[in-house]
């Protein structure tokens, strides 16, 4: 892929053609691996997070800024905690930590809100998110420049840029959302996983029910026309996947 700002992980590559193994990863045993917009991330068997690619905002969590990094590096600064998730977004990392509340970090760009402090200052250091503090967080997603959180209760929480209706509410479509929102419940059961693309929100029954909102396009949500599914508004059950 395109490596202009390192985030191929391959040192001096502006374009990578084929798969070629980081052998800066050999030594450690990868248990997940994620791609944003400009930047990469690898979490590993004992609870490390490494990042690498561009850091124009912070968002490889190394406390500094930076043009980019081109190879992986270890974040220290989440509190000593293991790491056992990480999502990417454009410009933006949100960290999922196994510890007590608030379990959530996060860092890089935050114009939009997208890192859930309740400002639109950018960090460069991961910070825990306060306002989640009174629940356990299971699963993160974030999109270009919003995210997403499901927490022990089974409920979805948003924040960022909704303006294409991915926050799963009317809210954020005028104007962003800074912290975390939670969703009124639109189903029955349970949510246990969220993901994001980049301008659509996507979660998960117990029962393998599928809800969706944010912009539907050809590549969106499941149809072809260029739409805002905001509902004052709510996540949408995609029919046909249960």
């Known amino acids: 892929g395109d490596g202009t700002w390192g985030n191929t992980g391959i040192s001096n590559s502006t374009e990578v053609k084929e798969p070629l193994e980081l052998h800066s990863l050999a030594s ?3 248990v997940k691996i994620e791609a944003g917009g400009f930047h990469s991330a690898a979490v590993t068997m004992d609870g490390r997070l490494l990042t690498w690619g561009k850091n124009s ?3 490889l969590g190394q406390g500094t ?3 980019c990094e081109e190879s992986p590096k270890r974040v220290e600064s989440v509190g000593g905690n293991y790491v056992v998730d990480v999502s990417l977004g454009r410009n933006h990392t949100v960290i999922l930590v196994q510890s007590t509340p608030p379990n959530i970090f996060s860092c890089g760009m935050n114009a939009n809100g997208q890192l859930g402090h309740k400002d639109y200052v950018d960090r460069c250091d991961p910070s825990p998110i306060m306002e989640l503090d009174d ?3 299971l699963s993160i997603g974030t999109g270009s ?3 997403a959180a499901i927490s022990q209760f089974g409920d979805l929480l948003t924040w960022g840029n909704g303006r294409n209706g991915q926050l799963g509410s009317s809210s954020g479509i005028d104007s962003d ?3 975390p929102m939670q969703l009124p419940s639109f189903c029955d059961n349970k949510l246990t996983r969220v993901v994001c693309g980049s301008e659509i929100t996507a979660c998960v029954t117990d029962q393998g029910e599928v809800y969706m909102c944010g912009r539907e396009s050809s590549t969106g949500i499941g149809g072809c026309l260029a739409r805002n599914y905001n509902n004052p508004t709510q996540p949408r059950e995609v029919e046909g996947l249960t």
């Open 57 to 59: 905002n912070g968002q």
């Open 145 to 147: 420049a919003h995210t």
């Open 177 to 179: 959302i800074p912290g």
């Open 135 to 137: 629940r356990t967080i």
């Open 28 to 30: 450690v045993e990868t």
């Open 65 to 67: 800024v930076s043009v």
